[in-house]
């Protein structure tokens, strides 16, 4: 474990952000890849040595270059250059590669937020576990743009239904596919979040996950990727007249949610902060566990100033808790306040002016 402790503004989340962007090739902060540059650079770069259980020694280097000079445009988009020991790659071939799991404040949202960050939450770590899962989340993404545009088409006068029959095919078969992978993934977390959530509160409360769709036959349970393909066509057979008046498609994976209760209760609902913060650090620290069992290695687990949201308690627990499981990177503004595990592998840095230096350990 190692902990990272100065005041804000010293670069402890980019630290953070920049392990994240060598391990996936994204940022966790920000679409627009142009901010990760430095203000007045037109360069920059991450460069990461890994050991791997699995792959041996590692080098990946990300780098970013402005496409725009207009000072205006700074923030915008980036063209990115991969390579992993030397050689180009592509953001897909990052998948699995050097697997991480992220904590920001933020992540609280994934409780409390809309439907459309639950959703995230599991799509990214999907798309960072597997290529074809990747894949298939960017084709029904497309279909469902173009069909989208295709309905108000239709609605304006400029279309007919018919039209929509290849595109629902295509949107059926790549959600189908969704589908199944999200169904499959979540009864294994919820297989890791319930005791991860139990041991950070030291209590008997039970943390469960069900995946929520609110369209067609919900009281139908699919199980393969052809059953949910086919669970799918029928609802856009039945609700396409609806779909033309608004201008978009109403139902599939897209429009889905993931319900998070405690004790039965919806915690985004009824749930106290306490409860809300403790839960998303579980479906985090249960992520963890879960990858760590189907890549075959832990995770880095990179948590971003979180033990400031959690009591004296709850904190001491998960820090217990993670010291022994991996690398676990960890800031923090205020050390003393924190309880460091006594163990010999935790080690202190203080961060200033984007600088870290070993104080301990």
Do not use: C
């Amino acid at each position: 474990m190692h902990i990272f402790a100065g005041a804000n503004a010293q670069g402890k989340t980019n630290l953070l952000e920049a392990v994240y962007l060598s391990a996936t090739g994204r940022s966790p902060r920000t679409n627009q890849e142009g901010e990760m540059i430095a203000w007045g650079e037109e360069i920059g770069r991450v460069t990461a040595d890994y050991l791997s259980e699995r792959r041996g020694s590692l080098t990946v280097e990300v780098s970013l270059g402005r496409k725009s000079t207009d000072p205006e445009r700074q923030g915008g988009s980036a063209q990115k250059r991969i390579k992993v020991n030397g050689a180009v790659r592509s953001l897909a071939d990052l998948a699995g590669v050097v697997p991480v799991v992220l904590f920001l404040v933020d992540d609280l949202e994934i409780i409390r937020g809309e439907p459309a960050r639950r959703r995230a939450f599991l799509d990214n770590d999907l798309a960072a576990m597997s290529r074809t899962y990747a894949w298939a989340l960017r084709q029904y993404t497309r279909v469902v743009d173009q069909r989208n545009r295709l309905l108000k088409d239709i609605r304006d006068g400029m279309g007919d239904a018919e039209s929509l029959l290849p595109w629902n095919a295509q949107m059926a078969a790549f959600g189908g596919r969704l589908l199944e992978v999200r169904t499959r993934f979540l009864a294994d977390l919820n297989a890791e979040t319930g005791p991860v959530y139990q041991g950070l509160t030291a209590s008997a409360q039970q943390l469960s996950l069900t995946y929520r769709r609110e369209w067609g036959d919900t009281a139908a349970t699919p199980t393969t990727r052809d059953e949910f393909a086919e669970l799918l066509a029928a609802a856009l057979e039945e609700v396409w007249p609806e779909e033309i008046r608004r201008g978009s498609s109403l139902v599939g994976p897209h429009r889905d949610d993931l319900l998070i209760r405690v004790d039965g209760r919806d915690i985004r609902l009824y749930g106290s902060q306490g409860e809300q913060r403790t839960g998303a650090l579980a479906l985090r620290v249960a992520e963890f566990a879960l990858l760590n069992r189907l890549l075959g290695e832990p995770p880095v687990l990179l948590l971003d100033d979180i033990l400031s949201e959690l009591d004296r308690t709850r904190r001491a627990a998960l820090l217990a808790h993670l010291a022994p499981l991996a690398q676990v990177i960890v800031t923090t503004t205020d050390v003393d306040a924190i309880g460091l595990p006594a163990r010999a592998d935790v080690h202190l840095y203080q961060v200033a002016e984007g600088k870290a230096e070993a104080i301990s350990g």
